[in-house]
């Protein structure tokens, strides 16, 4: 439920309606706006009774949201959420920020050669599992703690953003002192627990869209992490199973603009997990933008042919470069434009130009 104060509602008025939703026994977030003040309510359990807020003083509207998931939701915060990942780089307003690296963080020279690379080529963050979800327990799983170092030995040099997985809340713990970004991936869309865990942890996450969830799923995932009072959270549309062999995920598009009719949190989509063919991912990375994607979420390796993990579907880097070079045009055809690279290497990013 969201109470909205009307235009010029005074602090004190504000402070009543909390203070009366607190005595209600529910939890009460402000929410200050450029046109007005909302205050939700959370945790409505269905027996709120909203004739003692409606009646307040400084009350324009009680508004009932109608979604399943609230706080995810455009009824509850009508503009867009910017989620910044380093200074400069932000996700959800004009730029398409750019998040590129191999699947895996294999070696220190594979990783500042990948960050290398992708900086050169205009990323703006450093993609790279320390810890990976692996079909088979056989295949690489990752170097852990080692990983993080290598990544945030990158970002020293690089200045770029660190976005890294996370599988588990001891990981997750780990991931959050040293990653910009913390990313939980499809296999654990809906691991609550770990969900829950993120949401206290201060950090941006980045949320992928799990192999068989609806949107609506998605966003009740999200919902979870904004519960727990971190809205800093990116959805990242990844591909679905689908009963098509030709790729190896149907990478669903349409997505994005239905999260942005539905929520205000920003969609990135990742093309190379979402088709798992090297040569599919640059056509629907150009799609992606052209469909208004906040980000592309894309698999750079210096080697592809020599990488631990998903080889097939990761990029050269001159094949990233020349992707980049097209997105260009296409985000300035929508009135946006890629997000700028980190100026200087660990310091602040470069002024938007
Ligand atoms: C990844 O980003 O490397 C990854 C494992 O992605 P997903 O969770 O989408 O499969
Ligand atoms: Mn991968």
């Known amino acids: 439920m969201l109470v909205v104060m009307q235009h010029g509602a005074t602090a004190a008025e504000i402070d009543l309606v909390v203070r009366t939703i607190v005595e209600m026994g529910y939890e009460a977030r402000p ?3 450029a046109q007005r003040t909302a205050v939700g309510l959370v ?5 709120v009774d909203d004739s003692r807020i409606e009646a307040l003083p400084g009350v324009a509207e009680v508004i ?3 979604q399943p998931y609230k706080q995810v939701s455009r009824e509850w915060r009508p503009e867009n959420t910017l989620v910044e990942l380093s200074p400069g780089v932000v996700v959800g307003g004009r730029d398409v920020v750019i998040i590129a690296g191999p699947c895996s963080v294999e070696s220190e020279q594979q990783i500042l050669t990948a960050a290398r690379d992708v900086r050169a080529a ?3 963050a450093l993609r790279g599992g320390a810890f990976k979800p692996r079909s088979s327990p056989y295949s690489f799983q990752g170097l852990g703690r080692r990983g993080l170092e290598l990544l945030a030995m990158a970002r020293e040099e690089t200045g770029l953003a660190i976005v890294t997985e996370a599988m588990d809340e001891e990981g997750a713990r780990l991931v959050a002192e040293y990653a ?3 990313q939980i991936g499809a296999r654990n869309m809906q691991n609550y627990s770990l969900l829950k865990v993120v949401g206290r942890l201060g950090k941006p996450v980045l949320l992928k869209r799990g192999m068989a969830a609806t949107v609506t799923d998605l966003l009740l995932s999200a919902e ?3 519960a727990e009072g971190n809205g800093q959270v990116i959805l990242c549309e990844r591909g679905v199973r689908s009963f098509d062999p030709a790729v190896r995920n149907m990478l669903d598009l349409t997505a994005i ?6 929520s205000h949190l920003p969609i990135i989509a990742d093309p190379s997990h979402g088709t798992g063919i090297r040569d599919k991912v640059t056509p629907m990375a150009r799609a992606a933008v052209a469909a208004g994607a906040d980000g592309i ?3 750079v390796h210096p080697a592809p042919d020599r990488a631990l993990s998903d080889g097939a579907q990761s990029l050269y880097p001159d094949q990233f470069a020349e992707l980049v070079g097209e997105l260009r045009p296409i985000a300035a055809a929508i009135g946006r434009r890629l997000a700028p690279a980190p100026a200087s290497p660990g310091k602040t990013a470069a002024v938007p130009g």
């Not at 945790?43 to 027996?47: A, I, L, T």
């Not at 603009?257 to 539905?262: A, E, I, N, R, S």
């Open 31 to 33: 929410m200050p706006g």
């Open 43 to 47: 945790g409505n359990d269905g027996r």
């Open 64 to 66: 009932h949201v109608s």
């Open 122 to 124: 205009g990323a703006a």
């Open 180 to 182: 910009d970004c913390i």
């Open 224 to 226: 979870y992490v904004l």
């Open 257 to 262: 603009p239905v999260v942005h009719k539905l």
């Open 297 to 299: 979420l894309v698999e």
